[in-house]
């Protein structure tokens, strides 16, 4: 038997979650672990086990949702968060996601989402062509030196949001999605040396 994604919905809608249900049930590889309808503490959902969160963006302003997304990636590494647009949502807010589902989106098209979201890490080949920016290096420097989301803000007079598409932008250049990872390819790319790491 195949291991399967675990997927977790945060919407308050039952419309919305009865819905998306349907559609995660007709993917042999993923599983609806977790509905969260009450959105009155959003910052202290166990995401640890979860392999895809999918969130409306509606359903908070754009620097909570920011702090939200940045709390929850804090927990899990791996997790891959993904919007359910039920309205317009900005550019800038729509490229905090890995991956966005439309309404109109098909069972098909729906489920080819979350699979590409969780099999990017495969495709290593496509993305060894791109090179990191400068500032995408310094934010990997920092991040293999162990340092948090905030700390690197500060450190690189940023803001945690720009922190945040530098490292997704890393992880979509490189395919690693692990500190770990990001650390042994600093580490063979010259950037940081060993003595660099605590």
């Avoid at 675990?6 to 559609?23: P, Y």
């Avoid at 007709?26 to 599983?31: P, S, T, V």
């Avoid at 729906?110 to 920016?133: A, D, Q, R, T």
Wanted: glycine fraction near 4%; include cysteine; proline fraction near 1%.
């Amino acid at each position: 038997m195949m291991n399967k994604y675990n997927v977790a919905i945060l919407e308050s809608s039952n419309i919305l979650t009865e819905g998306m249900e349907k559609v995660i049930e007709n993917g042999l590889e993923f599983k609806l672990t977790k509905i969260f309808r009450s959105l009155t503490n959003p910052q202290n959902l166990v995401l640890s086990s979860i392999d895809i969160l999918i969130v409306n963006p509606r359903l908070f302003g754009e620097s909570q949702l920011t702090k939200l997304m940045h709390d929850w990636k804090e927990e899990n590494e791996s997790l891959n968060i993904v919007a359910l647009q039920t309205s317009y949502i900005s550019t800038q807010v729509s490229s905090l996601f890995d991956e966005i589902i439309e309404l109109d989106d098909d069972v098909q098209v729906i489920l080819s989402k979350l699979k590409n979201v969780v099999c990017k890490e495969n495709s290593n080949e496509s993305n060894e062509n791109f090179e990191l920016s400068v500032r995408e290096k310094d934010v990997l420097v920092a991040v293999a030196k162990g340092l948090q989301n905030k700390e690197i803000a500060d450190q690189l007079n940023i803001s945690v949001y720009t922190v945040m598409a530098h490292r997704k932008n890393i992880t979509k250049k490189t395919g690693i999605k692990s500190i770990a990872g990001l650390t042994v390819y600093a580490l063979l790319n010259n950037l940081i040396s060993q003595n660099d790491i605590k």
